[in-house]
């Protein structure tokens, strides 16, 4: 059976139409994820949602615990990950309201954990060493059959697409918007690019929805963005973006054909005789 793990950005904080709803409070080895888990069912598929910044909006994108996110999603099962977030549109003909499902990244974060296996602190030693391949970020299945489910909508869908993914909290200066339009990026946004790498780790297909709010501060003609104006096209569109989640748990692809299935199957490149029982235990859920 199915498992579908969905992270919620602004905006959106549930996700309407599930019966058989309960909340798991789940404890990772990276410790407590943003907020409890809502688990419930959407025909056939099980369906686990976690708002990323917690219910009412406690948590600052460079705050998040993601590995603990991610971490939870997968000791719950899940079997594919989608994630859902607000950007900002780098391109003209991505307009506010309109839908992007990225299939590219880059990562310009600088002060968060990013990885199962990293040496953060002194809870991480002893941790193993993995490198996995992440050239295709994004599982072309997925990704394909949550387009589909967007357009379904009757919203405007984007297929394909850099997201630039900045540190944040606070929006980009216009020298910085202008340098990123510089790329060819299609949108910016503060977290999704960290959801990715740790999805590709944990195996997990993934794709992202970015619900496009305004034209970040390059955009000459429309006003600077503001959370005001976030907000507004937020509320105007989150019933396309759970519609968008409900189609596409009807029609979630087969995951071991997914390019994230067996990614740890090479990556790792520790000696395993020199990983302690204990950092065994703590990655038994990534590497059996």
Request: glycine share 10%; net charge negative.
């Amino acid at each position: 059976m199915f498992r579908l793990g969905v992270i919620g950005g602004s905006g959106l904080y549930d996700i309407d139409g599930l019966r058989d709803v309960r909340e798991e409070r789940v404890d990772t080895p990276f410790g407590a994820p943003s907020d409890a888990v809502i688990r419930g069912f959407l025909g056939d598929v099980e369906l686990l949602f976690l708002p990323r910044h917690g219910r009412g909006h406690r948590v600052s994108p460079s705050g998040v615990n993601y590995r603990a996110n991610v971490a939870a999603l997968k000791l719950l099962g899940a079997t594919h990950l989608v994630a859902v977030s607000a950007v900002g549109s780098m391109k003209e003909e991505i307009a506010p309201g309109d839908f992007v499902v990225v299939d590219q990244f880059i990562d310009l974060t600088k002060r968060r954990a990013s990885t199962f296996f990293s040496l953060t602190g002194t809870d991480d030693l002893g941790a193993p060493v993995a490198h996995v391949p992440f050239a295709e970020p994004v599982c072309k299945d997925l990704a394909s059959a949550l387009a589909t489910a967007a357009e379904q909508t009757g919203v405007r869908v984007h297929r394909g697409g850099t997201y630039v993914c900045i540190e944040g909290p606070q929006f980009s200066t216009r020298a910085e918007s202008l340098l990123y339009r510089s790329w060819g990026v299609s949108v910016i946004g503060m977290t999704n690019a960290t959801e990715a790498k740790l999805a590709r780790e944990a195996e997990l297909p993934f794709a992202t929805l970015a619900l496009a709010t305004d034209y970040d501060c390059w955009h000459g003609e429309h006003e600077d963005v503001s959370v005001d104006a976030v907000i507004a096209v937020l509320k105007a569109n989150v019933q396309n973006a759970r519609a968008t989640v409900r189609g596409v748990a009807a029609h979630l692809p087969d995951p071991t054909q997914s390019i994230a299935h067996g990614a740890l199957t090479h990556a790792v490149m520790t000696d395993r005789s020199l990983i302690t029982a204990e950092v065994r235990e703590r990655y038994k859920f990534l590497l059996g």
